[in-house]
């Protein structure tokens, strides 16, 4: 058998290359079944004019017409503005909270382990029952955060939150910023806690005071932990769905419509398959770039 | 090693045997799919778990398998299933939804079998909405005309009588809508409607308003009439009710009802649908049910019933069996009965349901009254883009609300925007 015509001998040096291969192939075809394909048949259904998708009916002719609409629609570019704009300020508000309280609980002091905890709730708590809970408190009859400000004499008649487009967005941030900070928050304990306690001791021999330190020893070994985080927090950001889909469903006026609200809205609301996903390839682009971007401007050990 | 090999075999053996056996009376057993909203309502999901006892005990062998799926993702759900062609047998969809999946050609032809059954649909109350291109492609399972519940200890320590007309309503909603407990925030309203959630929804609120007004979407042949003095009326009302918080803010329709039965809401304009949750509030005793303040009531037509296309002529056959015994005369009436709604056949005989329902004489009235000045939530010549349009004209009325623009002014823009929409 081991002489046989289709034996495969993955002893000889020449092959032994081949079992490596043979154990990724079926991770590979898993994931070309799974991202691949679906990527491919978006990709091509962003070229046809179809309403509801079916793989089982013939190709409808090529046409540019959907990305053509969708580059002349001003509620794209709507789209577009609304989700720059939640990715600059919930990707700013979370490193800095992140990285606060990193510093924070990275401290020694009582209760510490209680503290890490607290920080680390929110990311653990199922996006749905934050926004469930974040519903409540902005809710605008009932909710706490009218009853606070009220009490506090900030303001003298209620906020309807989510009819005016301001306050919805700030409220969309708001719960954003609240589940995701705790991710950097995480990232960022560990990188503080791979520095090494002798750079510190050595600044303070030379004289360095807290800030100092923060800016020459922190901040410098932190970076390659916050590039990779801030990566990771504005994609999540990106196709983050949910949060804003039950709080506000993109509204009102589209104050608080992304891409990804967007590209919903257009398959399942409206049954514009083709055009859907030309937004969704368009966003995927956009992904890629910022990512790229952002990796490129990265130290090399990231 | 001996004994562990033993047990191998006989176990297979075992198992063989099993299969044998077993094998047969699988293959015996066949599946309907069936999805549904409809599955933990009371009242109308035990009527459907009767029209699913009755189907299986007529056809032994047949299972239904009955699926709930929230209304919120109902319409995603339902394409993806068509879509990646495994869709249900039974076709439950919403009266604005279906017209879509009876586009793309996913809804069987019923004409066959309604001409063999002799299912005489004469006098079916919103039928004529099932016709897709000619043809009924489904039944209609619910045409309703909207009820006014109110709150009569609210009204009466106001010393208000209950509103017959738009300007008494207005009056009291005004009059009602307070604080009454001192924090600087009003608890009680006058009113409630949903202005939060799916366009749906909130076209079906403002029409409350814009049918008394005598405005229409769409006249009998589709052409857009949004421009008109009498839905420049109807805005301008609903303009006035929302912008001035007579009705709570922000809240989805199953929230306001809520509100409602606890006492929090004094006047509701609402479906036959109300009832069941007014009986599980805290103020069902101080509730009363009367004719609406407005005319013609809002009404129209909810939830049909179909049969998938693509599956085979025997399962189709089985489909129609379910559906024979939902629009047959005995579930028509135990319809009427435990939903406490207006069943579509004109042949349901409501004695028990008036019986169970005080006010189902009512039910039946403001559905006749709606069916009567043709109204219903879904305009004739936008059906296909129902969604975008209402869309639309969400977002339009909540422009006019948060900007504070001239009715007018929305009008013209909604006309040429429902236009643009209708010419896609």
Request: glycine share 8%; aromatic share 10%; with cysteine.
């Amino acid at each position: 058998m081991a002489g046989g015509r289709f034996s495969l001998d993955l002893a000889r040096p020449s092959r032994q290359h081949w079992l490596g291969y043979i154990l990724l192939a079926p991770a590979v075809l898993l994931i070309a079944a799974i991202i691949i394909y679906p990527l491919f048949v978006s990709v091509d259904l962003s070229f046809q004019n179809v309403g509801i998708a079916r793989l089982d009916q013939p190709r409808r002719p090529f046409t540019t017409a959907n990305y053509e609409r969708l580059f002349t629609s001003p509620d794209f570019w709507n789209a577009c503005w609304v989700t720059l704009k939640l990715i600059v300020i919930v990707t700013s508000a979370c490193c800095l909270l992140g990285l606060g309280t990193a510093l924070l609980v990275n401290n020694r002091f009582k209760g510490r382990s209680l503290a890490r905890l607290f920080v680390a709730m929110p990311w653990a708590v199922p996006e749905v029952i934050a926004v469930v809970i974040f519903a409540w408190i902005f809710d605008s009859s009932f909710g706490l955060m009218n009853w606070i400000f009220l009490s506090l004499g900030f303001i003298d008649k209620t906020i309807n939150w989510f009819s005016d487009p301001t306050a919805a967005f700030a409220v969309v941030a708001t719960t954003m910023v609240w589940k995701g900070y705790p991710f950097v928050s995480i990232m960022c304990l560990a990188g503080l806690q791979s520095i090494p306690d002798d750079y510190y001791a050595a600044a303070r021999v030379d004289g360095a005071n807290a800030w100092q330190r923060l800016i020459h020893i922190t901040l410098p070994n932190l970076r390659p932990v916050l590039g990779v985080t801030t990566i990771l927090v504005m994609l999540w950001i990106f196709r983050d769905f949910s949060i804003i889909y039950v709080l506000t469903g993109g509204g009102p006026l589209k104050a608080t419509q992304t891409l990804s609200i967007m590209t919903y809205e257009q398959a399942f609301g409206f049954f514009r398959m083709g055009y859907a996903s030309a937004i969704g390839v368009v966003t995927l682009i956009i992904c890629v770039i910022a990512a790229k971007l952002m990796m490129s401007r990265a130290p090399e050990n990231l | 090693m001996r004994n562990s090999l033993k047990s191998w075999v006989l176990g297979g053996v075992a198992a063989l045997a099993l299969s044998t056996v077993a094998l047969p009376a699988l293959a015996q057993t066949k599946t309907l799919k069936f999805v549904s909203w409809q599955k933990d309502e009371r009242g109308v999901g035990d009527w459907w778990a009767s029209v699913i006892k009755e189907f299986e005990t007529k056809n032994p062998g047949v299972k239904v398998e009955w699926t709930k799926v929230e209304r919120g993702a109902y319409a995603d759900t339902m394409t993806t299933l068509f879509a990646g062609g495994k869709p249900p047998e039974i076709v439950h969809l919403a009266s604005f939804e279906f017209q879509k999946f009876a586009d793309q050609g996913w809804l069987e032809d019923l004409s066959p079998y309604i001409k063999s059954s002799g299912l005489n649909l004469d006098g079916w109350a919103g039928q004529s909405s099932c016709q897709w291109k000619g043809k009924p492609v489904c039944i209609m399972m619910l045409y309703f005309g909207n009820i006014f519940a109110y709150n009569e200890e609210m009204l009466k320590k106001e010393g208000i009588a209950p509103p017959t007309n738009w300007a008494e309503y207005v009056a009291a909603a005004r009059k009602l809508t307070k604080d009454t407990n001192g924090d600087g925030i009003p608890d009680q309203f006058g009113t409630g409607h949903e202005t939060k959630g799916g366009g749906g929804q909130y076209l079906s609120e403002l029409m409350n308003y814009t049918l008394d007004a005598g405005g229409r979407w769409t006249d009998n042949n589709g052409k857009v009439t949004i421009n008109t003095p009498q839905m420049i009326e109807g805005l301008a009302r609903w303009k006035e009710v929302v912008k001035n918080s007579l009705t709570p803010r922000d809240l989805t329709a199953g929230e306001t009802r809520q509100m409602f039965a606890d006492g929090r809401i004094a006047m509701k304009l609402d479906g036959p649908w109300l009832y069941p949750i007014i009986l599980r509030g805290k103020a069902k005793d101080q509730i009363k049910i009367a004719a609406p303040p407005f005319n013609p009531p809002l009404g129209g037509s909810s939830n049909i019933l179909g049969m998938a296309s693509e599956i085979p002529a025997d399962t189709k056959k089985l489909v129609w069996d379910f559906i024979a015994i939902a629009t047959s005369d005995k579930f028509q009436t135990d319809y009427a009965t435990l939903a406490a709604s207006t069943p579509p056949s004109p042949r349901a005989k409501t004695d028990g349901a008036k019986a169970a329902t005080p006010h189902f004489d009512l039910l039946v009235q403001t559905a006749q009254a709606a069916s009567k000045a043709g109204v219903d939530r879904i305009p004739k010549g936008l059906e296909i883009q129902y969604n975008e349009f209402a869309k639309m004209i969400m977002e339009e009325s909540q422009r006019m609300i948060i900007q504070d623009l001239d009715p007018k002014a929305v009008a013209a823009t909604m006309q040429a925007k429902a236009e643009a929409i209708q010419k896609q």
